[in-house]
């Protein structure tokens, strides 16, 4: 099956510092989404992104659809304690019978020190 | 709105039992899924369905069985628990932009913690 590789693994910032996150696939997608998880919750949408090379924003966060469509980054700048959570990047296949399934990265887990 | 339900929240079987996890939607949507959660693996699909009465496989679907007799519910099925199967359950949705890709927008339930002792 396919692969998505989500580095780093965990993270332990301050304050205030930015943060960077990226995922590499061995095969094409066709969107690629951002999605973050709070303690004891289902995961929720940050950022879609649906074109490769595409650039996204949504407050402090930032995403990147890479060109070769087979990676994507998310930065998070001036960073928050409530941004504490696991963070995963999915993929979705490309070509029209994927019925909307994604593959998932193995997470990001993010703690911010006050 | 209430979104993704999803019921019950914890549960603990014993190995060999078998219950059903249930997940309901109420935003119409005709795509549902459900992925498993372990620790360090991201999330899994386990089973997924595009409509009532149509299902089908994903990555890690022995051990489980699905059925799609409404739009809104989609329950899944343990027969025969093992302890494998200790893990937190997702159960998502989504709504086709068009075609058959769909948004890449699912929505989450808020998960169903299982331990199988």
């Known amino acids: 099956g396919q692969q998505l590789n989500q580095s780093p693994q965990s993270m332990f910032i301050q304050e205030g510092e930015d943060v960077s996150m990226n995922c590499t696939s061995s095969s094409i997608f066709n969107t690629w989404l951002w999605y973050k998880q709070d303690p004891g919750e289902g995961p929720v949408l940050l950022i879609a992104l649906y074109k490769a090379g595409e650039l996204t924003s949504n407050g402090r966060l930032t995403a990147q659809f890479g060109i070769t469509r087979k990676d994507s980054f998310l930065n998070i700048s001036a960073s928050i304690p409530s941004d504490v959570g696991i963070y995963f990047c999915?993929?979705?296949?490309?070509?029209?019978?994927?019925?909307?399934?994604?593959?998932f990265g193995q997470g990001t887990i993010l703690t911010v020190h006050p | 709105n209430a979104g993704v339900t999803q019921t019950p929240k914890f549960r603990i079987l014993k190995i060999g039992q078998s219950m059903t996890l249930q997940c309901a939607q109420d935003?119409?949507?005709?795509?549902m899924y459900w992925y498993r959660q372990d620790p360090g693996m991201g999330l899994k699909l386990i089973y997924y369905s595009v409509g009532a009465g149509i299902t089908d496989k994903g990555e890690v679907p022995n051990g489980y069985n699905v059925s799609r007799s409404t739009t809104e519910d989609f329950p899944l099925r343990l027969e025969l628990a093992a302890p494998s199967q200790t893990s937190v359950y997702f159960c998502?949705?989504?709504?086709?932009?068009?075609?058959?890709?769909?948004?890449?927008?699912?929505?989450f339930g808020e998960g169903s913690r299982l331990t199988v002792l």
């Open positions: 998502a949705s989504s709504y086709p932009a068009g075609g058959l890709g769909g948004t890449g927008e699912l929505f």
């Open positions: 999915a993929g979705q296949d490309a070509g029209g019978t994927s019925y909307g399934k994604l593959t």
């Open positions: 935003m119409n949507h005709n795509y």
